[in-house]
């Protein structure tokens, strides 16, 4: 079984809307999580960082649930600009884990 | 400003020859790790290190060797053992500490002619 598991898409949705993004892992012990956005054949970029009471950076909204070992990113508005690929990554005990990444497109 | 830096940002590597890709970061992070990323996949862990002069083997370290003489360096050689070397090379920085986040560098485009 995978550390990190995410649903690839692609995800194509016209601006304007509002889409969201689910991630699993499986190590209990994982201590943090985060976000991070990737564009073609350039570096991941964090997004933001993922705490247990949620939290919201304009229109990107994060949730953890712990019990359910779950992660989810939700983008409301969806701008052009949003167009990339989303990567669920996961921290136990200073060893990094990621998802394969879910490709959004946001279409005019 | 601090940041990480990969060079060379596209590397052509001839069969049965060796490359080093090089990775220097002044964030003063005590922890580096190299990944690969191939069209389509996620990154998997090549090497990392969380203390200078040491370091451990990842998911895919065959092929692959490093150094860590200084903390700010961590170069990675890309060995003619490693059959299949093409991919994007992602070198990343954190504190080490619990909790931190990861810091990359913007990747080395290794193509074999």
């Known amino acids: 079984r995978k550390e990190v598991e995410q649903d690839p898409g692609p995800f194509n949705v016209p601006e304007g809307a509002t889409v969201a993004f689910n991630c699993t892992y499986s190590n209990s012990a994982s201590q943090s999580f985060f976000w991070y956005r990737q564009d073609c054949r350039k570096e991941p970029k964090l997004l933001m960082s993922?705490?247990?009471s949620g939290n919201e950076d304009g229109r990107f909204t994060a949730q953890l649930n712990r019990a359910s070992q779950y992660i989810s990113l939700l983008i409301r508005d969806s701008k052009l600009s949003d167009s990339a690929t989303y990567l669920c990554?996961?921290?136990?005990?200073?060893?990094?884990?990621f998802g394969t990444g879910t490709s959004l497109t946001v279409i005019p | 400003d601090g940041g990480i830096t990969q060079s060379p940002k596209y590397l052509f590597r001839k069969e049965g020859q060796n490359v080093t890709l090089s990775c220097e970061q002044n964030?003063?992070?005590?922890?580096m790790y190299w990944y690969r990323q191939d069209p389509g996949q996620g990154l998997r862990l090549i090497y990392y290190s969380q203390i200078v002069n040491d370091f451990q083997k990842g998911d895919i370290a065959e092929g692959y060797s490093v150094s860590r003489e200084k903390k700010e360096s961590f170069p990675l050689t890309v060995t003619s053992a490693q059959k299949n070397p093409t991919a994007f090379y992602l070198c990343?920085?954190?504190?080490?500490?619990?909790?931190?986040?990861?810091?990359f560098g913007s990747g080395t485009q290794l193509s074999v002619l």
């Open positions: 964030l003063n992070h005590d922890a």
């Open positions: 993922v705490y247990s």
């Open positions: 990343a920085s954190s504190l080490g500490r619990d909790f931190e986040k990861l810091f």
């Open positions: 990554v996961v921290n136990a005990r200073n060893q990094f884990y």
